[in-house]
């Protein structure tokens, strides 16, 4: 009887429960979507009242921002190209702080990378081409990996805090590339901004075919890919969760907690020094001053905005690229000073971490507690 | 430059000079974040008010012609973004670390934004009292010619050292730094505390900004803060939260910066980039000889998230 009863009706419940199931699938991941979206757009308002309060029009330079950074598919080539290292400085960020570490000297990662490679290309020349730009990019992964290696080591064994290390780290890195450059390696052609020798056409990494982006963004994407497959579905990533939920927690489950940090930071590190070869052997031509030239710096946006998910990595760091790259063309055309985009930057970093306090305080996104308000 | 006449006395005595100069910063800011830290929160962000103090004073003082006036603009603009750091972190939820890292981000940006303006015109001097009038030695009286800036930020020094222990107030900072739940039964409001406290950490950073850009090496331009908000923040946790400690912390570190400089005023220019990084190993030194996995550091404040 029971069977007859209901039968009729199960494909309605069904169908409703499919429905429910759908709507709650959904509530529970958009709120990984809407809350740092709607940060965006408070960041952005606010950054307008800001560009209102110094007398100018917020529109003209929203639509300036637009032209320079995704108008046109030159300025879309120039932002992608401006996205590359960020994508990998953002790792630098991302990796340690699944791990619970705030690492924010990838700055000197990448200036180091790229005067290791800058050093290799320029030792190695007359070797095949092929075997030298792998050289170089190896070698400017190790030494950007020794060096924020260095500082996940003195996180775990001699518990000194990583975010202050790394970024004195990152000022010794700089004044070390500034020895180097204007001492041991510094080309006696390279008058007015001393430079490494310059690399040998055949060692510079080109452009993907059909677009004037070099390779460094297919790099940084696979890195993002990568260390997201690495994070989500090996067990060290699963391993690196745990420890970074809660480091006790982690050891009593006899992980190995202090490899875990020093092969994490030192990947990240490995990453941010990549994008200093990249900046090398495709934009700069030879090691110079122009290496610290920030991304470092953005890349720490770029992570938290991204909330230190590796694919989330890869929008915000086209996009903050995109905001980066017309830079120029708002100070050319608003007779605005170029920093600008810093102030603004600034202010969305601020905005996305107060979005914080946010989750898990609405209703809406969480299915368990809809029933109690119907 | 006259410096070979004394041989190489001159290195110490300019490494003396350049301590008790390059050090001022580095006292004001260090204090400002003592008071922070000791209430259980963490400012990093003072990197950001030291270059956005340095800028207002330097406007203020272009504008108005006083260097005093600067100072006050530097040490309110200081206030603010205190206050601002001590009012989002008391939302839940938000990390105190990383809104220092934005506001850093932001400070830098902003004096960036509005001290275009200034780089070029030049701004009166806070005065100095020279203390080495009595010699003839022009190194001497250049060493000994100490800004105004160096003696309250040694006199405050002692008297926070005091403050800390003797008074009401330090009391308060004390309990709600050492443990939020004490403070609450005593009815205390740790966040009120906390928010005064950066706000106070926050306006002595400003005026650590101001010493940068009106005495030394007395000029705005963006490069003119290099590290040293964040140096000032590994040197609180070296001095254990010690406002003496501090001011001898900074000494040490002044005389760390001077090194590259003195060396060069004798001739010796070889390695001078890697001199010029003396201050930043020294303090990468200093941690890892004072910071063990095993224990707590002595004298930190129980609330304080950088040491857990």
């Not at chain 1, 965006?40 to 032209?67: D, K």
């Not at chain 2, 009106?214 to 010690?242: C, D, H, K």
Request: charged share 10%; with cysteine; aromatic share 10%.
């Amino acid at each position: 009887m029971t069977d007859m009863v209901s039968s009729p009706d199960m494909p309605g419940i069904l169908e409703a429960r499919g429905y429910r199931a759908a709507l709650e699938w959904i509530a529970r991941r958009a709120e990984a979507f809407v809350i740092p979206l709607a940060a965006l757009v408070v960041g952005m308002v606010l950054f307008s009242l800001f560009i209102l309060a110094v007398g100018r029009s917020p529109v003209q330079l929203y639509e300036t921002m637009w032209r320079g950074g995704f108008g046109s598919w030159f300025s879309i080539q120039n932002s992608l190209s401006r996205g590359a290292p960020l994508l990998l400085a953002a790792l630098c960020v991302a990796l340690p702080a699944r791990l619970g570490l705030v690492v924010i000297g990838g700055e000197g990662a990448i200036v180091l990378g790229g005067v290791t490679a800058a050093a290799i290309g320029v030792v190695l020349n007359g070797a095949p081409s092929f075997l030298v730009i792998l050289l170089m990019g190896v070698g400017g992964a190790a030494a950007g990996g020794i060096w924020i290696g260095a500082v996940g080591a003195l996180r775990h064994y001699r518990a000194v805090n990583e975010t202050i290390s790394s970024l004195l780290m990152a000022y010794i890195a700089i004044a070390l590339m500034n020895h180097l450059v204007e001492g041991p390696l510094r080309d006696p052609a390279s008058l007015n901004k001393p430079s490494t020798q310059p690399l040998s056409d055949v060692y510079r990494v080109g452009n993907i075919p059909g677009m004037e982006v070099h390779w460094g963004l297919v790099v940084g994407i696979l890195a993002c890919v990568l260390s997201w497959l690495l994070i989500e579905k090996t067990r060290w990533g699963f391993a690196a969760r745990i420890a970074g939920g809660n480091v006790r927690a982690a050891q009593v489950q006899g992980l190995a907690v202090g490899p875990l940090i020093v092969g994490f930071t030192a990947l990240a590190g490995g990453f941010a020094g990549l994008a200093g070869m990249v900046e090398v052997a495709a934009v700069q031509g030879s090691a110079n001053g122009s290496l610290a030239a920030g991304y470092g710096y953005t890349g720490i946006l770029v992570a938290f905005l991204a909330r230190h998910n590796p694919l989330a990595i890869i929008p915000v760091a086209i996009l903050l690229g995109g905001i980066d790259a017309s830079g120029g063309l708002i100070q050319r055309r608003m007779d605005l000073p170029d920093a600008t985009v810093l102030v603004l930057q600034g202010m969305l970093f601020i905005v996305v971490l107060f979005s914080e306090t946010f989750y898990g305080r609405f209703k809406l996104f969480n299915p368990d507690l809809w029933q109690r308000s119907t | 430059m006259e410096a070979t006449d004394i041989g190489l006395w001159g290195v110490p005595l300019a490494m003396l000079g350049g301590a008790i100069r390059v050090s001022t910063p580095f006292i004001f800011v260090s204090l400002g974040e003592a008071i922070t830290e000791r209430s259980g929160r963490i400012n990093l962000g003072l990197e950001g008010t030291l270059v956005f103090g340095a800028m207002s004073a330097y406007a203020v003082a272009v504008m108005t012609g006083s260097p005093w006036l600067g100072l006050l603009a530097a040490s309110v603009a200081g206030l603010c973004f205190g206050l601002f750091h001590g009012w989002i972190c008391k939302f839940p939820k938000v990390n105190d670390i990383a809104i220092g890292i934005a506001l850093m981000l932001f400070g830098t940006g902003l004096a960036f934004f509005f001290g275009k303006p200034f780089i070029q015109p030049s701004a009166p001097d806070l005065p100095a009292i020279p203390f080495g009038a009595w010699s003839d030695i022009p190194q001497v009286q250049a060493a000994l010619n100490v800004n105004v800036l160096f003696l309250i930020g040694a006199a405050l020094a002692v008297f926070l050292w005091w403050a800390f222990r003797n008074t009401r107030i330090g009391l308060i900072v004390r309990v709600v730094g050492d443990s939020a739940d004490a403070a609450l039964a005593m009815g205390l409001n740790p966040s009120t505390v906390r928010l005064l406290a950066t706000g106070v950490g926050g306006a002595l950073a400003g005026i650590g900004g101001a010493y940068l850009s009106l005495y030394y090496p007395g000029s705005w331009t963006e490069r003119i803060s290099s590290g040293q908000g964040l140096m000032a923040v590994a040197l609180v946790i070296f001095a254990r939260w010690n406002p003496l400690g501090c001011f001898a912390a900074a000494l040490l570190f002044g005389g760390a910066g001077a090194l590259g400089p003195a060396l060069q005023s004798v001739g010796v220019t070889q390695g001078y980039y890697l001199f010029y990084a003396a201050p930043y190993i020294l303090t990468l030194i200093i941690m890892i000889a004072t910071s063990s996995p095993n224990r707590t550091l002595a004298g930190a404040p129980g609330e304080l998230s950088i040491t857990k």
